[in-house]
């Protein structure tokens, strides 16, 4: 990643990797906002109830 | 409404005695903000005399002998004899302390030169003044020296115009060696000129020659915008609230930046009331009550925006001007620059609030921005106490730990020490009766499910998860983390192969990659890799890794009965073999670029057009020519535009609804994914033998393909199919299948095991795909979803 530039996973800023204590975040600010969102379970990933039921059936020989 | 402006409406209070004597009770102190305290004073005058609406020009010159003139095309100071003391209403005005007709509200609704104390003081400290006074046709002058006319008002002239001019050189006797400061003047013009978009304000400055004028239609709009001109605002359009109720008039603007200060200035009649008062504590109560209000009522926004506000968290961020006018302001604080008026924070508040509603109701769309903005101050100001109270409770901590859901080892040096990140607890079982206890601990995490919708379920790691592993890992959250503290060296996720392991590993990857970086930088993550297959042939077993050692195994066997002619060439059994195995890694390849929205369509146009660096995308001609093609098979394409990721690059949108709903972005950022790397490389290693006819002998069975590509998928199936003839393939789906012993053999023995060490460069992609699952809920992304969802299921970081 070295000198790489990715965005705030919060606010989209670009941000530098080097020298950024808040990495991969663009600020103390939106580290914490991130930490706050994890912490009241607003992280989801949804999905489809079928994707799962499919899932209990016996997979035999190879690939999906 | 114009109400006569005469000797008669000018009320004597008092003398100037005393005003050399003791000048700073008057204007604060003699030093420069005194001295410029003088010039504010006759400058106030005017705008009163503009805010009245009898004036839109002011001209300001402060002379090369250190004098300074106020100028005005106001009335005019009435020059008539003055009632009660027989003498002209200029020179009363001028020499007697407290007089002008400010002090009664029937000439002047409002006015400014409140704070101060009249022009008369103005004159006392000076070493001279001269007043010239045009008015009904004539002109009128009359001279002072430090306060005391050197004679009668005299008539000198006719004239056309009206207006006052005030010339006055402050007096060196009590201020010393000053100077009028441009940069202070021109500050405090501009500022006026905001404030007063009616007014024209003109500065001369006959010492160095400079000239300027102030003039902004916009007034309180145009003064945050200038005020933000060096910063990100949040939202484009300024807000613009105005109103008045009884005499009082109420003007506010703002607007939010990306800055976390507050920029807020108060004024009262033109007045900077440096230390707020009633008026700012009025509109900060209706600022958090308004976006509270809104937060909570506003339809359709997103659940996460419900928040309670407090009223830190409207601060941040905030540029605004409040402007009142109105009587009879009471300046408290100390310097006089509070406003006390207890009746002003209501009367605020309620034309704040009003506007306000009314504006965010209006303007949605800048509405969710400042709603956006605001909540995230809230969240950060939220989450830094959480943090601080996870980190601070030792006690709670050492509970999570001894509460059992963490199976702790023996080992004290962390160096030695393991801990295993388990899905589920079934699996969490197993991992605990096959583990070695000495240096391995276990941590099962769930995660938790939502049912939000009948269709579908959200995945989230809990909150009490999420304590449980920072608590494990003992080195804090938030500001409060510190690798170093770190009990465990080695931090090992293991999860299943299926969805639902895939999706908590993509959280505990997002997570680490977003809140412990350094674990990752310091390379203590990893990823069990326990075997995906199992084959059983006759009386042996074979745990296999993943798909591509699952190939090699069916193409060793297949391959004694398998003949590959490409061209008129039969290739040799080593070289089908190699051939073979490429063709399964572009397969792979593409079938991850699959997972991430883009069909194998897509990315072999790039391959094939030569898109495959990422300036290739630079040349705006090519990329044209490129959606040409895209359109020639079906696709629709959308505008070619600068791409976000490259800045002199190209990029543009492509959908299709061929075989679900596809919509990708073809730009730079494509050739630099490590899929699309392998897809080239699998590409160019195939290259000598595309273009040319391929038969495939299977056993009995014969094909025949125009070209290795696009027979890609058939021939392997066929090979495959042949390759796992008498062999009964396990596919683990969980951990959970495994026993104890099969699972730490296969996954957890150091000495056999294979961990995939977590690089940043993964966890930025697993966070990338976690926002694609998680993002808001935009209808492209859920048919994203349900179109590849099934693929999801062999997620690899």
């Known amino acids: ?64 | 409404m114009v109400q006569a402006y005469g000797a008669e409406a000018i009320r004597v209070l008092s003398g100037l005695e005393g005003v050399r004597v003791r000048p700073a009770m008057y204007i604060g102190s003699t030093g420069p903000e005194g001295f410029h305290h003088l010039l504010w004073e006759v400058l106030d005058n005017a705008v009163d005399e503009a805010l009245a609406g009898y004036c839109d020009r002011i001209r300001v010159i402060l002379h090369a002998d250190g004098s300074a003139t106020v100028e005005d095309n106001g009335r005019g100071i009435p020059v008539d004899i003055h009632p009660q003391e027989g003498v002209s209403a200029l020179e009363v005005v001028m020499t007697r302390l407290h007089a002008g007709g400010k002090f009664e509200k029937t000439a002047y609704k409002v006015s400014g030169g409140l704070h101060g104390v009249g022009v008369s003081v103005v004159n006392a400290l000076s070493e001279w003044l001269v007043a010239e006074v045009h008015r009904e046709g004539r002109i009128y002058r009359q001279r002072y020296s430090r306060g005391v006319p050197e004679g009668p008002v005299e008539e000198i002239g006719r004239t056309q115009r009206s207006g006052t001019r005030i010339t006055f050189k402050p007096d060196p006797e009590i201020f010393g060696e000053q100077e009028f400061d441009y940069q202070v003047v021109r500050h405090r013009l501009r500022e006026l000129a905001f404030l007063n978009p009616q007014v024209r304000f003109y500065l001369r400055d006959e010492r160095s020659g400079a000239e300027e004028k102030f003039h902004f239609r916009g007034g309180l709009v145009e003064f945050v915008q200038h005020l933000n001109r060096k910063r990100e605002p949040v939202h484009r359009k300024v807000v613009y609230i105005s109103g008045e109720r009884d005499l009082v008039q109420v003007e506010v603007a703002l607007q939010y930046h990306n800055g976390y200060t507050e920029t807020l200035y108060a004024y009262v009649n033109n007045i900077h009331t440096r230390e707020g008062g009633t008026h700012v504590v009025g509109f900060r109560t209706a600022l958090t009550r308004a976006l509270n209000r809104y937060l909570a009522g506003a339809e359709g926004l997103p659940k996460n925006l419900r928040v309670k506000l407090e009223g830190e968290d409207v601060r941040e961020g905030l540029c605004a001007v409040i402007s009142i006018r109105m009587p009879d302001p009471q300046f408290e604080g100390q310097t006089k620059m509070k406003l006390g008026n207890s009746e002003i924070k209501p009367l605020v508040e309620s034309i704040v609030f009003e506007g306000l509603m009314r504006f965010l109701e209006e303007n949605p769309s800048e509405a969710r921005r400042i709603a956006t903005r605001v909540v995230q101050a809230a969240r950060a100001r939220e989450a830094a106490r959480k943090a601080r109270e996870i980190a601070r409770k030792k006690g709670e901590a050492l509970e999570v730990l001894t509460a059992g859901k963490l199976a702790e080892c023996q080992e004290k040096d962390p160096e030695k020490r393991e801990l295993f990140l388990v899905e589920g607890d079934s699996a969490g079982g197993s991992a605990k009766q096959a583990r070695d206890r000495r240096f391995q601990a276990i941590l099962p995490l769930r995660g938790k499910i939502l049912n939000v919708e009948k269709a579908r379920i959200d995945k989230v790691l809990s909150s009490e998860e999420i304590k449980q592993l920072v608590a494990s890992l003992g080195a804090g959250i938030g500001p409060d983390f510190d690798a170093d503290r770190s009990r465990f060296r080695r931090i090992i996720i293991m999860t299943d192969a299926d969805v639902d392991g895939a999706h908590i590993r993509t959280l505990l990857l997002t997570f680490f990659y977003r809140q412990m970086t350094e674990i990752i930088e310091r390379g203590w993550l990893y990823i069990a890799q326990p075997p995906l297959y199992r084959v059983n042939e006759g009386k042996k077993d074979v745990y296999l890794k993943d798909d591509a050692e699952l190939d090699a195994y069916l193409f060793t066997r297949a391959l004694k009965q398998v003949k590959l002619k490409v061209g008129e060439r039969e290739l040799p059994s080593p070289e089908t073999r190699t051939v073979l195995e490429h063709l399964a890694g572009l397969e792979r390849a593409l079938s991850e670029l699959l997972r991430r929205g883009i069909p194998p369509e897509g990315v072999l146009i790039l391959v094939r057009q030569g898109f495959t660096r990422a300036d290739h995308f630079d040349d705006e001609e090519r990329v044209r020519e490129l959606t040409r093609v895209f359109r020639e098979r079906g696709y629709a394409v959308g505008r070619v535009k600068p791409s976000t990721h490259r800045e002199s690059a190209y990029e543009f949108e492509v959908t299709s609804s061929r075989g679900g709903y596809v919509s990708f972005s073809v730009g730079p950022e494509l050739p630099t994914r490590r899929e699309f790397r392998e897809v080239l490389r699998y590409y160019g290693k195939l290259e000598p033998y595309l273009g040319k006819e391929v038969r495939l002998e299977v056993g009995e069975d014969t094909g025949v393909w125009e070209d290795l590509v696009s027979g890609l998928s058939s021939i392997l199936s066929r090979v495959r199919e042949l390759g796992r003839k008498g062999l009964h393939i396990q596919r683990y789906k969980g951990l959970g299948e495994m026993n104890p012993s099969q699972l730490w053999e296969t996954t957890m023995d150091p000495e056999r095991r294979t961990l995939l060490r977590v690089e940043v460069q993964d966890a930025a992609e697993a966070d990338e795909l976690f926002t694609t699952l998680m993002g808001e809920k935009v209808e492209p992304r859920r048919e994203f979803i349900q179109t590849h969802a099934m693929e999801y299921r062999e997620l690899d970081v």
């Open chain 1, 1 to 64: 990643m070295a000198g790489k530039l990715t965005r705030c996973p919060v606010c989209g800023k670009p941000v530098s990797w080097e020298e950024n204590p808040y990495r991969p975040f663009c600020s103390r600010r939106c580290k914490l906002v991130d930490l706050d969102l994890w912490l009241s379970e607003e992280y989801r990933i949804s999905v489809p109830r079928e994707v799962l039921e499919d899932e209990t059936e016996e997979v035999e020989g190879g690939k999906v």
